[in-house]
């Protein structure tokens, strides 16, 4: 038997670093060649790494959390044949240190501590202990039905005082008897009055910031650290996009896929776009160089229970408007799947924010660095507007533009959005040939 050190691949093209996730095995464990060894996040996906060979794990590197530079340590491997480093008769001695154990991301499975148990105040001169006077350390909350604390809230009994009987302290039926029985209230010297009508809260809970949310963080970061933004907000009027949108829906039925707005926008911005090149583009600020792209790869912010993340809609231009929702569909799918692969969820040129029926009045949404623009849409509301001296009411939405002022003037973006702000009020026109 022999050792095979395995090291953590270039999983993406430029790839310098990447975070570890999640282990599949631990040391001890018997793995086939590609077998799942790890999960590791780079700066754009979560990738698995497989296993290059069979063999035994004796020991792996870096917790959930850690970051590893791509050529480092990984997993050690017992594998028969030569392997890669000189047999060794001191399994539990691998290259420098002792095996290291992958810690456990969450300990839902480790024990509880105990609750502190609650302070009961000294019993009376007859004897008998007032419950009401039991008091619970900050933090604790008394365990009961919703029964009883309704009952509880009917006679002024805050539960925080009373004593339970059931199991794990739970309060009883009974021990609001025997709370009424035993005078609580007033009579023991403590008025309701005078409690506090809350308690303190004194817990702080530390939430490490890793994985997918650590990008998201980073990336953020960089991207008001380098991109002075500025943000216009255009109100619009989708009442007749709205109807198409319906009405579509409703022609197509089961066949197609439904329509949302987003493919009506990215048409519009598909048609919008060659006349503001400087938009659609990309600036690496290292080399001082901007790249404007003719083809539209639309980035659709994407919320998912990690996190943010962006898929892209390749080659928008090329497509209707249902094999738009599709593309959308799917992506947004395999997002939130976590199924995303890195050619997925990478070389967008514009990106699409929505919050959906959350989407309030305005945004001012941050840039997906390196591109130099973002288009926010926020939720359509009907109310009164003014159109030929009357009041009519109308589907209204806003749309919240944010752009990097190195490259996109507001002259240019105001006209960029009024020129969006057209197709989506006249979408007769999003069907119409462009002129050459």
């Excluded at 639309?298 to 599709?326: F, S």
């Excluded at 390196?370 to 159109?387: D, F, K, L, S, Y």
Aim: with cysteine; proline share 8%.
């Amino acid at each position: 038997m022999a050792r095979y050190v395995f090291k953590l691949p270039d999983v993406g093209e430029g790839t310098a670093e990447a975070e570890i996730v999640a282990w599949h095995v631990a040391p001890g464990d018997r793995v086939a060649e590609d077998q799942t060894l790890v999960d590791v996040m780079t700066d754009k996906a979560t990738v698995e790494i497989p296993s290059p060979t069979a063999g035994t794990v004796l020991s792996i590197n870096g917790a959930p959390g850690a970051m590893l530079a791509v050529g480092s340590e990984l997993v050690v491997l017992e594998v028969e044949g030569a392997g890669d480093q000189v047999p060794d008769e001191t399994p539990g001695d691998t290259l420098n240190d002792a095996p290291v154990a992958a810690q456990p991301e969450a300990t839902a499975a480790a024990p509880a501590a105990a609750a502190p148990a609650p302070d009961v105040a000294p019993a009376r001169p007859d004897g008998t202990t007032p419950a009401l006077l039991v008091r619970r350390p900050p933090g604790v909350k008394p365990t009961a039905s919703p029964a009883v604390r309704r009952r509880a809230w009917d006679h002024g009994i805050p539960l925080q005082f009373v004593a339970g009987s059931g199991p794990g302290g739970r309060i009883l039926h009974r021990d609001l008897d025997r709370h009424l029985a035993g005078g609580g209230g007033e009579a023991d010297g403590v008025a309701l009055a005078e409690r506090p009508s809350s308690l303190a809260r004194t817990g702080v809970s530390e939430v490490p910031v890793r994985g997918l949310r650590r990008r998201i963080a980073e990336s953020m970061q960089e991207a008001k650290r380098h991109i002075p933004h500025f943000s216009y907000i255009e109100e619009i009027d989708v009442t007749a996009l709205e109807e198409l949108r319906l009405h579509l829906n409703a022609e197509g039925g089961t066949a197609r896929p439904k329509l949302t707005l987003l493919p009506l926008l990215i048409r519009a911005l598909v048609r919008a776009l060659p006349e503001f090149p400087q938009i659609n583009a990309r600036y690496d600020d290292a080399a001082n160089v901007v790249q404007q792209f003719e083809a539209v790869h639309a980035g659709i912010a994407t919320q998912t229970p990690g996190g943010l993340v962006v898929p892209v809609v390749r080659h928008a231009e090329t497509l209707d408007l249902w094999q738009a929702a599709d593309a959308i569909r799917k992506l947004a799918a395999a997002a939130r799947d976590g199924k995303a692969g890195r050619e997925q969820l990478s070389g967008s040129t514009i990106t699409i924010t929505s919050l959906g029926a959350l989407g309030g009045l305005a945004t001012t949404p941050i840039i997906n660095r390196p591109e130099v623009a973002i288009v926010g849409v926020n939720r359509i509301v009907e109310r009164p507007v003014v159109r030929k001296g009357s009041i009519v009411v109308r589907s209204m939405m806003n749309l919240s533009c944010s752009f990097d002022h190195r490259v996109v003037d507001g002259w240019d973006a105001a006209s960029f959005v009024q020129r969006v702000k057209t197709s989506l009020e006249q979408p007769a026109t999003l069907f119409m040939d462009q002129p050459r």
